[in-house]
């Protein structure tokens, strides 16, 4: 953060955009001006460096094959390591959190070395893809109210020793294992399964993204009520019998 200026990185939106992920970047643009912030917005695509000196970077879910291209060059690149061991915050969802990881399966079927930011392997499912509603609870030190997303995704997630769920399941797979586990996140780093966008669903997670890129307990209120009403829809409409 400098002179009130928040710099928003949008990863490589021509590979990895999917069920509207875009919507996340603007869902953060438009908390933090609620704020008082500017925002600086730097759309990346997969041709251009990663710049080192952002706050927040987000990513989004993709096909098998775009996910392969988008890992071979973020790898290359560097700069999204570089600026998540500079305590940049990283949000990814779907396959930008399979990415993440120390590897996943790839579109040829092979490991695919992942950025390894997140203490995360996904492998493939064996079974039916995971599709649906998703509710879960966000794992309690994070203090935010139930999560809302879809997800889509052959690919399952195990977690290692030092990432922590994001939240459990109480509806939906998440993460796939069968150990009701949803997403990771250690320190600044967060991935998903969910979209919705997950922050048009969840406006509290693009708020602790917020105060984490500028290190402070709360933030004031947005006069902001519009995602109740989205919120308490999808919610309803994923424990009302079909
Ligand atoms: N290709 C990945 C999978 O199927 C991610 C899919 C996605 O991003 N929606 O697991």
Redesign the pocket.
């Known amino acids: 953060m400098s002179d009130n200026s928040l710099r928003v990185v949008w990863v490589y939106p021509d590979l990895l955009s999917?069920?509207g992920d875009q919507g996340n970047v603007l869902v953060v643009e438009r908390r933090a001006r609620q704020r008082g912030l500017q925002v600086e917005r730097y759309d990346v695509r997969s041709d251009q460096p990663v710049p080192t000196s952002g706050d927040i970077y987000l990513i989004?879910?993709?096909?098998?094959r775009p996910?392969r291209l988008a890992a071979e060059r973020l790898r290359r690149d560097g700069g999204l390591n570089r600026a998540a061991g500079n305590g940049a915050i990283v949000f990814s969802?779907?396959?930008?959190y399979?990415i993440l990881g120390h590897e996943f399966i790839n579109d040829l079927g092979e490991r695919e070395p992942g950025l390894g930011l997140l203490d995360v392997v996904?492998t493939?499912g064996e079974g039916a893809?995971c599709v649906g509603d998703v509710l879960g609870d966000i794992d309690g030190p994070l203090g935010l109210p139930q999560l809302t997303g879809f997800e889509?995704?052959?690919?399952i997630t195990h977690l290692g020793p030092s990432a922590r769920p994001l939240a459990r399941v109480r509806l939906g797979q998440g993460n796939g294992t069968g150990d009701g586990t949803e997403g990771a996140y250690n320190d600044a780093v967060f991935g998903t399964y969910m979209?919705g966008p997950v922050l048009a669903r969840n406006p509290q997670i693009a708020d602790l993204l917020l105060k984490l890129a500028l290190d402070v307990n709360a933030l004031p209120p947005a006069d902001d009520r519009w995602y109740e009403a989205l919120r308490d829809e999808r919610i309803a409409a994923a424990t009302q019998p079909a």
């Open positions: 999917t069920y989004g879910g993709g096909e098998d996910q969802v779907c396959a930008g399979q996904s493939r893809r889509n995704h052959q690919g979209h």
